[in-house]
């Protein structure tokens, strides 16, 4: 068989596909899931905080000789500054539990609506089919 038609049969198989699809959509919902953290429940954050700006708030460990207050983030960075940027940490913890919710919630839907099929029922086990066999053999 070569390695066309090899790749061929690998791509045709469903689960590939299945997992294209899933990872087209997740990164769509990535999008959307990332647009409500940073539109719409960061400024809420930052409002309470007292910075507009949540994701830009650092911590300047070294380095910091030519870092001056009210500078950015990038540009502390870019002087060479060692920053612990925790604001942009939370932004993406924020984002991923968000993410994690969300996805929990349409699993749960999806649950509910498709449940699981049920388990088939166990044969006998080992045992049983050789005490079987046994007194099958004995008659």
Known sequence: MGM???????VNKGNVMDLAVGVIIGGAFG????????DIIMPVIA???????????YLVLGGGDKV???????????AGANVLAWGDMISV??????????IFQLVKFANRINPPAPA??????????LTEIRDALKK
Not at 68 to 76: Q, V, W
């Open 31 to 38: 999008k959307i899931v990332t647009a409500l953290t940073d």
């Open 93 to 102: 913890v924020i984002n991923f539990l968000i993410l994690a919710f969300v």
């Open 4 to 10: 066309i038609s090899e790749f061929k049969d690998f």
């Open 120 to 129: 088939a029922p166990a044969g006998p086990s080992e045992v049983e089919l």
């Open 68 to 78: 001056t207050e009210g500078m950015s983030l990038e540009a502390a960075r870019a």
């Open 47 to 57: 409002a309470v905080v007292g910075n507009t700006d949540f994701s830009a708030n």
